[in-house]
């Protein structure tokens, strides 16, 4: 059931945990240093496609309110971008005690030089492994070490290329989350910034953590502690068994 508060958030659907958790999915068109403000959301997930780009028209922000340069942020979103192989996600934390965010999560997308070995970029239809578990490692660092509970996420694919299996693989890996976490409850997903609309979002609709909707299959990470941030390395495993492209789905 979709429930539209004014003309700026929509409700997607509510997803409801083995643990009897309930969390709300989103959709809102506000920018994300008002829903900061506000206190809708404390974690950000973001592409690092920069210029006019979620990353490119918050990283003023994300910089005053984290205490984090500009030139930091916008070099390891170059870097993991355009020079690292390797699946990779940022997760720069605050370095301010009265910050409203607890972090900010750069995580590779269609554009990512490292997304080229699992479908061909711009053209191709998403591969629907590479952004459940990027979305999943993303939520579970967030919950899990910073303890965030409303978590807002941009698209994760090239700008202007946004696919509804990407906004429904997103889902699904929050509704594995919290069915397996006995931790942090994540009170809100929200998805924000350009280039989605509620086209995108209609087979999240769907989708509830109680039904069966398949299980996560764990995937080996790897952890670099830096000075002020944390480098989530995702490793795939030729012998793990694939979610398959969005071309192969029913």
Known sequence: MVDQRGDHMVAIA???SRHGTRTSVEFDKRDLRTLADSGEVDAFIVATEDGFSPLGKNRSFLSSDLNIS??????????????NQQVTLVALRSR???????GVILAPSE????????ATPRYGLPYRDFYYNITYEAIAHACGIWRARHIAISHLSGAGNFHEDIATC???ALGHYCDGDGGTHIESFVFVGC????EHLTGISRLNAKAENGQHLPIAISVENREGYDMIHLNWNHDMRPRAPA???P
């Open 170 to 172: 997103s889902a699904e």
């Open 247 to 249: 071309a192969t789905q």
């Open 70 to 83: 500009e030139q930091e942020i916008g070099e390891l979103a170059d870097w993991n971008r355009f020079e």
């Open 111 to 118: 554009n990512s030089e490292c997304y080229k070995r699992f």
């Open 14 to 16: 509510i997803l409801e």
């Open 96 to 102: 301010n005690s009265e910050s409203r965010l607890r």
């Open 195 to 198: 280039c989605i609309s509620m």
